[in-house]
């Protein structure tokens, strides 16, 4: 009877500790706001929280864009998206097998990527997992960007080559909710005057 109980209480603590580690939360970092019109907009998914003992082969998130102005203000930027995979933050360092990031229409777009040697990486809290990069048009708003959270559109691919862990968006410092934030991109004409505000300002500390 004693076996028997420690076999139960030992399953019932094996299902506790799993869902722990179960799902790989990202967050918005290193945002990078348009000034004018044709300028980019970008922004990062990093891991927010520390995945211990996730080895992965792969990665892919897929997200939605919409404004409360209208579509159109955004355009993707393929080759400012791909290249993370220049910066030391990046998930997999110098990957040379490239990144890819598609343009599945209706305003969904898909970054996915997986390292250049039959070997899984290990996760760690702070790793760029993808970079979204927009040209902007010059349409003012909020953008709220959508975190497609199926695993069939967005997951860490386990080292088993089977197994996926699903993905859970912490919106940070922007309104939003455990699938999506909201960015507010102003006016052209609205940054031009802090900019000029600013140096004004400076020019009086000057005198």
Avoid: H, Q
């Amino acid at each position: 009877m004693r076996a028997l109980n420690f076999v139960v209480l030992s399953f019932a603590l094996a299902c506790i500790s799993v869902p722990a580690w179960a799902v790989v939360e990202v967050t918005p970092s290193n945002l990078v706001m348009p000034s004018s019109s044709g300028e980019l907009f970008s922004f990062d998914l990093t891991i927010s929280s520390d995945p211990t003992g996730i080895t992965a082969m792969g990665f892919k998130s897929t997200i939605n864009v919409s404004s409360d102005v209208g579509p159109g203000g955004l355009t993707l930027d393929v080759t400012n998206s791909e290249a993370v995979t220049d910066y030391s933050g990046y998930w997999i360092y110098n990957n040379s097998a490239g990144v890819n990031v598609l343009d599945r229409g209706s305003y969904n777009y898909e970054f996915a990527d997986s390292p250049d040697n039959p070997y899984a990486e290990p996760l760690f809290s702070g790793d760029i997992m993808a970079r979204y990069a927009f040209i902007w048009g010059g349409v003012a708003g909020d953008y709220t960007f959508t975190l497609d959270l199926d695993t069939s559109s967005s997951y860490v691919a386990l080292d088993d080559y089977v197994s996926k862990e699903a993905l859970l968006l912490n919106p940070g410092n922007y309104p939003g909710d455990s699938s999506s934030f909201t960015v507010t991109i102003p006016e052209p004409t609205t940054l031009t005057l802090f900019a000029l505000g600013g140096a004004i300002f400076l020019r009086k500390r000057r005198t």
